[in-house]
């Protein structure tokens, strides 16, 4: 039997030799690729213009990275252009961050641009999509020697700031579920660059179709988390608690503090002919910066109450700003679906306006746990 053991091994050696040679035929070195990781889109003149950014892999050359863009009527119509413009294989499967451009958010559908993205199956829809406040060829020209590459860079402080409910994180695949889902409608995080940095501003809210609707600053993203029941423990968020007039270059009045597990319940319901949501939040909290006089220790409850009052007031103000645009990024129209299926299926169609109709019952009960190790 051992010239059948040996058989055996010479047959699995030669199947792993033909492998590697096969590999070995097909391997591509990184010098002489090109691997887009950032797109940008915009339109300027009533074109469709996009920005690529792709790092360079020598060492021979000082600047890291290699950015081109053009005018073109669709992302593949494109490709020749792109590879026009840079050498080697250009491998466009892999972006790291979709930024879109404020003046095309103004277009109904935009969204069907990055149609290639999800029709080509190599394509990746793990892509961060971000929106841009200003010209995207600022962004995609903006070099600063203290930062990684743009795309990385990028990725990093979106991933970072949706960790910490200061923006949200939605990928391609994710906004392509947001905006066919007629129960709610979409959000994607928002960036800028201001005083020659690029930075995180917060959250852009979009109609049904895609369209810009209103900006959300962090601690509105922060209580739009909340209302969603998606913010993690540790989420910061700062209130006045007294109603102090006076001029200082810092905030005497206001009270910071960090939530501990959250709960929040949401209630639906139909009276009146319209919509009806209640909803509750409960948290222990942790004082993490005073500067007014008031003693925490023997008043924690009447402190608790104040910023519970904030809070709630924040929210109703939040709501109402959404209601205002005729848009739902809490996807609320998920209770209506779930528990009033009938008279959602009547207004299903335009939930957004529906739901600026609807009446809210906020209530927040915030409880002191720990004051910090100073008084």
């Known amino acids: 039997m051992k010239w059948v053991g040996k058989f055996i091994i010479s047959g699995v050696s030669f199947i792993l030799l033909a492998a590697l040679v096969g590999c070995a035929n097909d391997k591509t070195n990184l010098e002489d690729a090109t691997v887009p990781l950032a797109l940008g ?26 950015e081109g863009g053009g005018i073109a009527e ?26 879109v451009g404020k003046q095309l958010l103004q277009y109904k559908d935009w969204f069907k641009v990055l149609d290639v993205m999800f029709r080509d199956p190599r394509n990746t829809i793990t892509d961060r999509i971000i929106a841009f406040d200003g010209p995207m060829a600022d962004i995609f020209n903006f070099q600063a020697k203290d930062q990684p590459p743009l795309p990385l860079f990028i990725k990093a402080i979106i991933d970072s700031g949706s960790r910490s ?14 905006l066919y889902d007629r129960a709610m409608t979409p959000s994607i995080s928002e960036i800028k660059i201001e005083n020659n940095k690029i930075m995180l501003k917060g959250t852009t809210l979009l109609s049904r179709k895609g369209e810009y609707r209103t900006s959300l600053t962090y601690q509105e993203t922060s209580l739009l988390h909340i209302l969603k029941n998606e913010a993690e423990p540790g989420v910061s968020l700062t209130f006045p608690v007294d ?12 009270v910071s503090f960090s939530l501990g597990d959250i709960s929040v ?14 909803i509750k939040v409960k948290s222990i909290v942790s004082i993490t910066e005073k500067f007014l006089e008031f003693e925490l220790l023997g008043n924690s409850e009447e402190m608790a109450n104040k910023l519970s009052k904030e809070m709630k007031k924040s929210m109703e103000a939040l709501i109402k700003k959404c209601q205002n645009y005729n848009i739902d990024p809490f996807g609320y129209g998920f209770y209506a679906r779930a528990y009033q299926y009938p008279l959602y299926k009547e207004a299903q169609a335009d939930w957004g306006k529906e739901l600026s109709r609807a009446h809210f019952d906020v209530e927040v009960d915030l409880r002191i746990g720990a004051t910090g190790a100073v008084e």
């Open 265 to 278: 319940k949401t209630k639906s319901s139909h009276e009146n002919g319209r919509f009806q949501f209640n």
């Open 165 to 178: 409910s200061a923006t949200v994180k939605t990928t391609a695949q994710e906004l392509h579920r947001q």
């Open 243 to 254: 109603d102090l007039q006076q001029s200082l270059p810092f905030n005497i009045d206001k």
């Open 74 to 99: 669709g992302l593949r119509q494109s490709r020749n252009q792109q590879d026009a413009q840079f050498p080697g294989s250009l491998a466009g499967r892999n972006f790291q961050v979709v930024i």
């Open 41 to 66: 889109l915009d339109v300027k003149d009533k074109k469709l213009h996009y920005y690529i950014s792709a790092p360079v892999f020598s060492k021979d050359i000082q600047k890291k990275s290699r």
